[in-house]
């Protein structure tokens, strides 16, 4: 079988792409590389954003991997605009997956860019990879291999978070591996 670990970042200072890690965020990304010590990974994906690569680099050190960055991982932006109700607007996105505010990317368009990557994926010939990206790609990433998931999974959604999907031909398993 084939494990894809999807991992969202650790803590981080803010939402920007180019926003790091919180002084907690890198004991974090410390513990997540604890956390895949004897677990067989054989590539590293990650969002090209830089609190998901800092969460990640002392896993790739540990395992001798070079991480590798993908934009299909980056942050879905829900709108370049501000909103105040941007939580009901976020919850409305999943409901309505063709929704789209100004400047921002439908859950449709979002969920089809990873897609192709998981395409891609089921025909890699490296068997465990871990992908790293944000909460609600995440969440959408989720949704395309069990559609029950949505608003209310999202919120349940840990910094950092790590389920695992093991997969074969177009059998599926999805578990929530990281309970901190």
Known sequence: MRKLYIVRHCTAEGQP??????????????????????????RIISSPFTRAQQSIEPTARKKELQVETDNRLAERILSTEHHEDWLEK????????????QGGESSEEAMDR???????????????????T????????????DDTY???????????DVFLVS???????????WEK
């Open 150 to 160: 949505g608003f209310e999974e999202w919120k349940k959604l840990s910094n950092p």
């Open 90 to 101: 976020l919850r409305h996105s999943f409901d309505d997956m063709k929704m789209r505010l």
């Open 167 to 177: 997969f074969e031909d177009d059998a599926y398993e999805l578990k929530r591996l």
């Open 134 to 145: 944000h909460g609600n790609l995440m969440t959408l990433l989720l949704k395309y291999f």
């Open 114 to 132: 990873v897609e192709s990557l998981i395409t891609e994926l089921k025909v890699d010939p490296e068997n465990n990879i871990i992908l790293v």
């Open 17 to 42: 792409a180019e926003a790091r890690l919180a002084e907690e965020g890198f004991k974090q990304a410390e513990e997540l590389a604890n956390f895949f010590t004897s677990i067989q990974i054989d």
